[in-house]
C-alpha cells in the first residue's frame, strides 16, 4: 500500500480502535450487589433498651458462610479464598489480604444476640450456644438438634433470664451465670384477652368499628354497645380499612384516647369522590389476568380528600363534631403522642402548601383555636417540618425555615414565641428527644460544621431557651443515633463513603463510653471491592457546591478513556448520594462501573431539604427540567478534571423521578447524552401524585411533561416500567411512547410483568442485566 494512503487509512480507523472496547459483564456479575452482601454482616446496631436499666440489646450477624460465586471478575484474574485461617489471597486488584478464619457453627448464625451495659461498660454474648447446647443435653437426655433451638431475647421482669426453647418446652437462660432452667406450667395457661379496636388506658371503655360506623361499649360491664356514629360509608369509614369488606366484623379505629380515658378523639377522611386509576396483572399464577383499580388524585383535581375532625366523652357516649374549616381542600392531621387531658393539638394545611396552622381544640366543648400560622413561600418544606408538644401543651417546638434556613422557635400554648431555639445559617434536623424535667432539646443539625459536608447529620443538644448549644457527635462522619428512654446514653452509628462504620455509646454530654460494633470487612476486601469516590463541582451557577460519589472499574487504568454514566434522582426531597459507608447501594453502581464505565451521582439544586431554602425549593415551578443543567455542567466539569472521561460517551440512567430526569435530559441536550434508561418514570406528571405535582411545581400551575420532547430524541433510549406499578402508573410511560410513536422515533421498551415501583426477583436482576447491556452496545461495542 502507498505510504500517503496507508498513513490516512491509519488516521481513519484509530478513532474507531480507540472507542470500540469489551465490556467485562463477567466482572460486573462477580460485582452484582447479592454477591457483595454476601461478604458483609451485620453493619448497623438497632438497640433495645431494657425497661427497667440503662443496658440494651442487639442482633448482628457476620459475612455468609461460603465461598465466591462460580464466574470470575476478569479474564485471567485468580482469586482463591481457602479454608485456612493463613491462607493469603491475592487479586488482580493489588490486593493482599489474609482471608477471615472460620468461625465457630454457633457464630455464623443470624440470631446472634448481643447484651450491653453502658454503666459497666461491657457487652457479653447474650446466648452462649454451646453452654446452652451442653445444658439442654443434660437437662433432656440426649444431643439437642441445633437447629430445634430457639433464641428470644424475652426478658423476665428482673431482667437476669431470657428464653430458650427446645422441643416444645420453654427455658429461663440466666445469661450472667448461665444457667437453665425449664419453665414450670402452672395449670392452664392464661392468655390475655384480645380486643378488636381500641381500648382505653384504664381498660374500662373499647371503641371499634363495624359498618364504617363507631361504637363504644364496656369491657368488663355488661353495658350494651352504643352506636356513637351512624353515617359511616364506604371510603367515608371510622374504620382503618376505609372498604369494611366483613360485615358484622368489629373492626379496628384510628379514634384515640385521652391519658384519662375520659375523652377521644377521631380524624375521619372521606375521598367518596377521589377518581380511581387501574393497572393490569397479567402474570398471575392464580388463574385469569386481573385488573386492580385504586383511589389515586391527581394535581388539579377538582374531587380531593375531605377531612372531619370529632371528640367524645366515654361516659356520656357522646361525639361532637368540631368546625376544623379554614381553607377549601386543606389537608388535615393530628399530632401524635399527646399528653394532655384537656385540648388535642392538629393541623391543617392549605392546599396550595403554602400555609398551614397548628390548631388546638377542647375535648370537652370543641371549640378550635389558632396557635400558630406559618407562611413560607413558594412552598413549606414538610420534609423537614417538625412540630412537638411538651410538658404537656405548656410548650411547642416548631420548624420553621423563615429565615431561609430551617430552625426550631419555642412557643406557649397560647402561641406567643418565647425565644429561637437555634439559629444561624445552617439547618436544624428532626428531633432525637426532649427531656422535659432539664428542658433540653435533642436534635440532628445539618451544615453547622464547616468545611464538612453540609449533608452530614450531628447530634447536638440545646436548651429550650436556646442556650448552651452543644455538639454531642463531633467525628467528620454521618451520625444516626438511638436516644435511651431515660436520656442517660445515646446509641451513635456513624460512618462516611470512605470511612468505615462505627457504633459506639455516649452519655448526653457527648463523652465515650464503649464500642458496640465494628464490622470486620476483611472478606469484602479480599473478594476485591473498592470504595466510591467523593468529589464536589459547581452547580450551574458557578457557586453552589454539588457533593457526588465516584465508581471506577476495579481494574481501571488512568491512560485509558471510559465512557461516564450519571446515575440521576431529581428529588426534590432527596439526594440518591449515599453519605453513610456504602457497599450495596441501591442502584447497583458497582457492578455497573465494572462493566467498564465510569459511573457517577451528584446532587442538584432544588434536591437535599438539609441545606438551606433557596437550595431546596429552587425547582419549584419547573419540575421536570430543574436539575438537567447541574448534571450537565458537573460532568463538564469531571471530564475537564480527570482525563480518562470520555464527554463523547456520556451516558444517564436512573428510576421513577430519575426515569423521568433521564429522558427528558437525553431530549433536551441530545447532542450530549447520548444514552439512556429510564425505569418506572413519572414522564407525564400530570397524572401523578398530587401531592408531589402540587406542592415542587405549583397548586394551578403548568405542568411540563417529557411527550413535548419527544421529537428531539437523537439519542439511544430504554424506557422500562412494572405492568402493575400503583405508585408511578405505567400510563406515564406508555404516554411517553405514544408520543415517540407519532414522532417517528426509534426507542426500546421493556415492560416487566405483574411488576410494582420495586422490581422483586428474577425481573429485577434481569433489567440490571438488560440495563448494563444497553449502556455497553451503545457506549463501548464498536
Given at each position: 500500500?502507498?505510504?500517503?494512503?496507508?498513513?490516512?487509512?491509519?488516521?481513519?480507523?484509530?478513532?474507531?480502535?480507540?472507542?470500540?472496547?469489551?465490556?467485562?459483564?463477567?466482572?460486573?456479575?462477580?460485582?452484582?450487589?447479592?454477591?457483595?452482601?454476601?461478604?458483609?454482616?451485620?453493619?448497623?446496631?438497632?438497640?433495645?433498651?431494657?425497661?427497667?436499666?440503662?443496658?440494651?440489646?442487639?442482633?448482628?450477624?457476620?459475612?455468609?458462610?461460603?465461598?465466591l460465586p462460580p464466574h470470575r471478575p476478569m479474564k485471567g484474574q485468580k482469586i482463591d479464598i481457602?479454608?485456612?485461617?493463613?491462607?493469603?489471597?491475592?487479586?488482580?486488584?493489588?490486593?493482599?489480604?489474609?482471608?477471615?478464619?472460620?468461625?465457630?457453627?454457633?457464630?455464623?448464625?443470624?440470631?446472634?444476640?448481643?447484651?450491653?451495659?453502658?454503666?459497666?461498660?461491657?457487652?457479653?454474648?447474650?446466648?452462649?450456644?454451646?453452654?446452652?447446647?451442653?445444658?439442654?443435653?443434660?437437662?433432656?437426655?440426649?444431643?439437642?438438634?441445633?437447629?430445634?433451638?430457639?433464641?428470644?431475647?424475652?426478658?423476665?421482669?428482673?431482667?437476669?433470664?431470657?428464653?430458650?426453647?427446645?422441643?416444645?418446652?420453654?427455658?429461663?437462660?440466666?445469661?450472667?451465670?448461665?444457667?437453665?432452667?425449664?419453665?414450670?406450667?402452672k395449670g392452664p395457661q392464661k392468655f390475655p384477652v384480645y380486643h378488636t379496636g381500641t381500648i382505653?388506658?384504664?381498660?374500662?371503655?373499647?371503641?371499634?368499628?363495624?359498618?364504617?360506623?363507631?361504637?363504644?361499649?364496656?369491657?368488663?360491664?355488661?353495658?350494651?354497645?352504643?352506636?356513637?356514629?351512624?353515617?359511616?360509608?364506604?371510603?367515608?369509614?371510622?374504620?382503618?380499612?376505609?372498604?369494611?369488606?366483613?360485615?358484622?366484623?368489629?373492626?379496628?379505629?384510628?379514634?384515640?384516647?385521652?391519658?384519662?380515658?375520659?375523652?377521644?378523639y377521631v380524624l375521619r377522611k372521606d375521598t367518596r369522590k377521589v377518581q380511581t386509576l387501574s393497572?393490569?396483572?397479567?402474570?398471575?399464577?392464580?388463574?385469569?389476568?386481573?385488573?386492580?383499580?385504586?383511589?389515586?388524585?391527581?394535581?388539579?383535581?377538582?374531587?380531593?380528600?375531605?377531612?372531619?375532625?370529632?371528640?367524645?366523652?366515654?361516659?356520656?357516649?357522646?361525639?361532637?363534631?368540631?368546625?376544623?374549616?379554614?381553607?377549601?381542600?386543606?389537608?388535615?392531621?393530628?399530632?401524635?403522642?399527646?399528653?394532655?387531658?384537656?385540648?388535642?393539638?392538629?393541623?391543617?394545611?392549605?392546599?396550595?402548601?403554602?400555609?398551614?396552622?397548628?390548631?388546638?381544640?377542647?375535648?370537652?366543648?370543641?371549640?378550635?383555636?389558632?396557635?400558630?400560622?406559618?407562611?413560607?413561600?413558594?412552598?413549606?418544606?414538610?420534609?423537614?417540618?417538625?412540630?412537638?408538644?411538651?410538658?404537656?401543651?405548656?410548650?411547642?417546638?416548631?420548624?420553621?425555615?423563615?429565615?431561609?434556613?430551617?430552625?426550631?422557635?419555642?412557643?406557649?400554648?397560647?402561641?406567643?414565641?418565647?425565644?429561637?431555639?437555634?439559629?444561624?445559617?445552617?439547618?436544624?434536623?428532626?428531633?432525637?428527644?426532649?427531656?422535659?424535667?432539664?428542658?433540653?432539646?435533642?436534635?440532628?443539625?445539618?451544615?453547622?460544621?464547616?468545611?464538612?459536608?453540609?449533608?452530614?447529620?450531628?447530634?447536638?443538644?440545646?436548651?429550650?431557651?436556646?442556650?448552651?448549644?452543644?455538639?454531642?457527635?463531633?467525628?467528620?462522619?454521618?451520625?444516626?443515633?438511638?436516644?435511651?428512654?431515660?436520656?442517660?446514653?445515646?446509641?451513635?452509628?456513624?460512618?462516611?463513603?470512605?470511612?468505615?462504620?462505627?457504633?459506639?455509646?455516649?452519655?448526653?454530654?457527648?463523652?465515650?463510653?464503649?464500642?458496640?460494633?465494628?464490622?470486620?470487612?476483611?472478606?469484602?476486601?479480599?473478594?476485591?471491592?473498592?470504595?466510591?469516590?467523593?468529589?464536589?463541582?459547581?452547580?450551574?451557577?458557578?457557586?453552589?457546591?454539588?457533593?457526588?460519589?465516584?465508581?471506577?472499574?476495579?481494574?481501571?487504568?488512568?491512560?485509558?478513556?471510559?465512557?461516564?454514566?450519571?446515575?440521576?434522582?431529581?428529588?426534590?426531597?432527596?439526594?440518591?448520594?449515599?453519605?453513610?459507608?456504602?457497599?450495596?447501594?441501591?442502584?447497583?453502581?458497582?457492578?455497573?462501573?465494572?462493566?467498564?464505565?465510569?459511573?457517577?451521582?451528584?446532587?442538584?439544586?432544588?434536591?437535599?431539604?438539609?441545606?438551606?431554602?433557596?437550595?431546596?425549593?429552587?425547582?419549584?415551578?419547573?419540575?421536570?427540567?430543574?436539575?438537567?443543567?447541574?448534571?450537565?455542567?458537573?460532568?463538564?466539569?469531571?471530564?475537564?478534571?480527570?482525563?480518562?472521561?470520555?464527554?463523547?460517551?456520556?451516558?444517564?440512567?436512573?428510576?421513577?423521578?430519575?426515569?423521568?430526569?433521564?429522558?427528558?435530559?437525553?431530549?433536551?441536550?441530545?447532542?450530549?447524552?447520548?444514552?439512556?434508561?429510564?425505569?418506572?418514570?413519572?414522564?407525564?406528571?400530570?397524572?401523578?401524585?398530587?401531592?408531589?405535582?402540587?406542592?415542587?411545581?405549583?397548586?394551578?400551575?403548568?405542568?411540563?411533561?417529557?411527550?413535548?420532547?419527544?421529537?428531539?430524541?437523537?439519542?439511544?433510549?430504554?424506557?422500562?416500567?412494572?405492568?402493575?406499578?400503583?405508585?408511578?402508573?405505567?400510563?406515564?410511560?406508555?404516554?411517553?411512547?405514544?408520543?415517540?410513536?407519532?414522532?417517528?422515533?426509534?426507542?426500546?421498551?421493556?415492560?416487566?410483568?405483574?411488576?410494582?415501583?420495586?422490581?422483586?426477583?428474577?425481573?429485577?436482576?434481569?433489567?440490571?442485566?438488560?440495563?448494563?447491556?444497553?449502556?455497553?452496545?451503545?457506549?463501548?461495542?464498536?
Open positions: 500500500m502507498n505510504r500517503k494512503y496507508k498513513l490516512l487509512w491509519l488516521l481513519l480507523i484509530l478513532p474507531a480502535s480507540l472507542w470500540a472496547q469489551t465490556p467485562d459483564y463477567e466482572a460486573a456479575e462477580y460485582f452484582d450487589a447479592p454477591n457483595l452482601q454476601r461478604q458483609i454482616g451485620t453493619t448497623q446496631v438497632i438497640p433495645f433498651f431494657l425497661k427497667k436499666s440503662n443496658k440494651f440489646w442487639f442482633s448482628a450477624n457476620g459475612p455468609a458462610a461460603g465461598g481457602g479454608n485456612d485461617a493463613d491462607e493469603r489471597v491475592t487479586t488482580d486488584y493489588g490486593i493482599n489480604a489474609t482471608s477471615p478464619p472460620s468461625l465457630n457453627v454457633f457464630s455464623l448464625d443470624k440470631d446472634n444476640y448481643y447484651l450491653v451495659d453502658p454503666d459497666k461498660k461491657q457487652k457479653i454474648v447474650l446466648f452462649d450456644k454451646v453452654a446452652i447446647a451442653q445444658k439442654l443435653q443434660e437437662l433432656t437426655k440426649g444431643e439437642p438438634s441445633r437447629t430445634s433451638v430457639t433464641y428470644s431475647p424475652q426478658f423476665s421482669n428482673d431482667e437476669k433470664t431470657v428464653q430458650v426453647g427446645y422441643n416444645g418446652e420453654t427455658y429461663d437462660y440466666n445469661y450472667t451465670t448461665k444457667t437453665l432452667l425449664k419453665q414450670v406450667k382505653s388506658p384504664d381498660k374500662k371503655w373499647l371503641l371499634y368499628s363495624r359498618h364504617h360506623n363507631l361504637y363504644i361499649k364496656g369491657v368488663n360491664t355488661d353495658t350494651a354497645e352504643r352506636v356513637l356514629a351512624n353515617d359511616g360509608a364506604e371510603y367515608h369509614s371510622f374504620s382503618i380499612n376505609e372498604l369494611d369488606k366483613y360485615a358484622g366484623v368489629n373492626g379496628s379505629t384510628d379514634a384515640v384516647w385521652t391519658p384519662d380515658s375520659k375523652s377521644f393497572v393490569f396483572n397479567s402474570a398471575s399464577n392464580f388463574g385469569r389476568p386481573y385488573l386492580t383499580t385504586y383511589k389515586y388524585e391527581l394535581p388539579g383535581d377538582a374531587d380531593v380528600a375531605q377531612y372531619e375532625f370529632y371528640v367524645g366523652n366515654a361516659a356520656a357516649h357522646t361525639l361532637k363534631k368540631v368546625n376544623i374549616d379554614r381553607w377549601p381542600d386543606q389537608q388535615v392531621e393530628v399530632l401524635r403522642n399527646q399528653t394532655s387531658n384537656g385540648e388535642v393539638f392538629i393541623l391543617r394545611k392549605k392546599r396550595s402548601r403554602d400555609e398551614m396552622e397548628l390548631c388546638a381544640v377542647d375535648l370537652n366543648t370543641g371549640a378550635l383555636r389558632v396557635v400558630i400560622n406559618e407562611v413560607s413561600k413558594p412552598f413549606i418544606n414538610m420534609d423537614m417540618f417538625n412540630v412537638s408538644i411538651i410538658n404537656g401543651g405548656k410548650d411547642i417546638l416548631w420548624w420553621s425555615d423563615r429565615t431561609g434556613w430551617g430552625q426550631y422557635y419555642h412557643y406557649d400554648r397560647t402561641g406567643r414565641l418565647l425565644n429561637s431555639v437555634t439559629q444561624g445559617d445552617w439547618t436544624a434536623g428532626k428531633i432525637v428527644a426532649t427531656d422535659s424535667a432539664k428542658k433540653v432539646v435533642y436534635f440532628y443539625g445539618y451544615g453547622k460544621e464547616k468545611g464538612r459536608n453540609p449533608n452530614y447529620a450531628f447530634l447536638y443538644k440545646v436548651g429550650l431557651d436556646g442556650r448552651n448549644q452543644q455538639l454531642l457527635t463531633p467525628e467528620d462522619a454521618t451520625h444516626a443515633v438511638f436516644m435511651s428512654p431515660n436520656k442517660n446514653y445515646f446509641v451513635d452509628y456513624f460512618s462516611r463513603i470512605d470511612l468505615e462504620p462505627v457504633t459506639i455509646v455516649r452519655n448526653t454530654e457527648g463523652k465515650y463510653i464503649q464500642e458496640v460494633l465494628k464490622p470486620d470487612f476483611s472478606k469484602l476486601y479480599a473478594y476485591g471491592w473498592k470504595q466510591p469516590e467523593m468529589f464536589t463541582v459547581k452547580a450551574k451557577d458557578g457557586v453552589t457546591d454539588l457533593y457526588g460519589l465516584m465508581w471506577k472499574p476495579f481494574n481501571f487504568d488512568p491512560n485509558k478513556k471510559y465512557p461516564i454514566i450519571s446515575q440521576v434522582y431529581p428529588g426534590p426531597f432527596i439526594e440518591t448520594v449515599w453519605n453513610e459507608f456504602t457497599v450495596t447501594d441501591r442502584y447497583n453502581n458497582t457492578s455497573l462501573a465494572q462493566t467498564g464505565f465510569v459511573v457517577v451521582v451528584m446532587g442538584h439544586r432544588g434536591s437535599s431539604p438539609y441545606r438551606n431554602a433557596a437550595y431546596y425549593k429552587f425547582g419549584y415551578g419547573n419540575l421536570r427540567d430543574y436539575a438537567l443543567e447541574d448534571d450537565k455542567y458537573g460532568l463538564e466539569q469531571l471530564a475537564a478534571r480527570y482525563n480518562f472521561i470520555d464527554l463523547n460517551r456520556v451516558g444517564i440512567f436512573g428510576h421513577s423521578g430519575g426515569g423521568m430526569m433521564s429522558t427528558a435530559a437525553l431530549c433536551t441536550y441530545p447532542g450530549f447524552y447520548k444514552v439512556a434508561v429510564s425505569s418506572s418514570g413519572n414522564h407525564d406528571n400530570t397524572i401523578y401524585n398530587r401531592t408531589w405535582g402540587e406542592t415542587y411545581n405549583g397548586y394551578g400551575k403548568k405542568i411540563d411533561v417529557n411527550q413535548s420532547l419527544a421529537k428531539n430524541l437523537r439519542g439511544h433510549l430504554m424506557l422500562v416500567t412494572g405492568e402493575s406499578d400503583q405508585n408511578v402508573n405505567p400510563a406515564g410511560t406508555y404516554r411517553m411512547v405514544d408520543a415517540l410513536i407519532k414522532a417517528d422515533k426509534d426507542f426500546d421498551l421493556l415492560v416487566l410483568p405483574g411488576q410494582s415501583h420495586t422490581y422483586e426477583e428474577p425481573y429485577k436482576t434481569y433489567f440490571q442485566r438488560r440495563l448494563r447491556q444497553y449502556f455497553a452496545k451503545y457506549l463501548m461495542e464498536k
